[in-house]
């Protein structure tokens, strides 16, 4: 059974740093496709950065520049590092991993005060 767990959020003024982590058991980690989410108050989920199981990258535009994902093969994880955080970077960042289903972590809260 796959299992997602992140962690690495907390309270962060706006321009600083957080670096989340999202440790994967079960199944072939490499064979993944990994995404971050977040999901703010009231509001949709949406989809932050993915990195691929060839290593393709991509974001989206809100975040470009400013966040990097990256995946470490031999720890199994995925990481987002978030730099120049804002207020609106608000939200419950959520990992995705999709191989032969889709799996979901229990989410990490990213607070950024102004």
């Known amino acids: 059974q796959v299992q997602l767990v992140e962690s690495g959020g907390g309270l962060v003024q706006a321009g600083g740093s957080l670096r989340l982590s999202c440790a994967v058991s079960?199944?072939?980690?490499?064979?993944?496709?990994m995404g971050w989410y977040r999901q703010a108050p009231g509001a949709q989920r949406e989809w932050v950065a993915t990195i691929s199981s060839s290593g393709w990258t991509n974001y989206v535009d809100s975040v470009k520049g400013r966040f990097t994902i990256s995946g470490d093969n031999a720890k199994n994880t995925v990481y987002l590092q978030m730099n120049s955080l804002k207020p609106e970077d608000t939200a419950v960042y959520y990992c995705?991993?999709?191989?032969?289903?889709?799996?979901w972590g229990q989410g990490t809260q990213v607070t950024v005060s102004s």
């Open positions: 995705k991993a999709v191989a032969r289903g889709v799996y």
């Open positions: 079960g199944g072939i980690f490499s064979d993944y496709n």
